[in-house]
Structure formats: structure tokens, C-alpha cells
Nanobody, 125 residues
Framework: HVQLVESGGGSVQAGGSLRLSCAAS????????MGWFRQAPGKEREGVAA???????SYAESVKGRFTISKDYVKNTLYLHMTNLKPEDSALYYC????????????????????WGQGTQVTVS
């Protein structure tokens, strides 16, 4: 059974930090690309960061230098550490995985990802 479960969202003041977590089944963790997307009301889903199975990360320009994506191989957990948060970072954040054979080449496109979590809300004021 394929499952992604996010946690760690919440409300924070501008300039603050949050760490999102995504617990994943081992199959998805070892294969393909895993990423974080976000969607604000009235806007399209946006790719934020992604990480290849070998650990190579990619970031959207809007979050470079502020967000860090990482994987804990022992806990089978994907993380997104967000610092210097801005009000425009407010959105529902989703964890996603391509599954076997996928790559992060087009990580900003939701269509590249077959598996999704339920989302966790981040609000920056």
C-alpha cells in the first residue's frame, strides 16, 4: 500500500521557521523523485523542492537559500526545513513521489508525480 503522510505545518510569524515531515513507504523512498509542492487559494499547485534517490536536491527560485529538502534513510522520512518564512509562503503543502523510474528532471510539474499526501497547512503572518 502506497502512503505519504505529512506533518509539521502550522502558523508562524514572518521570519520564522518550520519543518515539514513526510513519512513514506520504503518503496517510494528508494526509487524515483520525492518532492514538496504547495498550493495557495486561487493559485496553481507549485513545485517547491525535490530530491533524487541519490540525494541530489532541486529548488524553486522563490525558496532557494531559505528552504532545505532532505531525507532520513533510517526513519523513511522526507523533510522540508523552511526558514525566513514570508507571508507569500502561506499555502497547503503536499509531499509527492514519482515512484519507480521517475526523476526530478521536471520536478515543478505535478503531472510527474503519481503519489500524493493529504497536505499540511502553513500560514505565515
Amino acid at each position: 500500500h502506497v502512503q505519504l503522510v505529512e506533518s509539521g505545518g502550522g502558523s508562524v510569524q514572518a521570519g520564522g521557521s518550520l519543518r515539514l515531515s513526510c513519512a513514506a513507504s520504503r518503496y517510494m523512498y528508494d526509487n524515483g523523485c520525492m518532492g514538496w509542492f504547495r498550493q495557495a487559494p486561487g493559485k496553481e499547485r507549485e513545485g517547491v523542492a525535490a530530491i533524487e534517490s541519490d540525494g541530489n536536491p532541486s529548488y524553486a527560485e522563490s525558496v532557494k537559500g531559505r528552504f532545505t529538502i532532505s531525507k532520513d534513510y533510517v526513519k523513511n522520512t522526507l523533510y522540508l526545513h523552511m526558514t525566513n518564512l514570508k507571508p507569500e509562503d502561506s499555502a497547503l503543502y503536499y509531499c509527492a513521489a514519482t515512484g519507480d523510474g521517475g526523476s526530478c528532471r521536471n520536478y515543478e510539474s505535478p503531472r510527474e508525480f503519481s503519489y500524493w499526501g493529504q497536505g499540511t497547512q502553513v500560514t505565515v503572518s
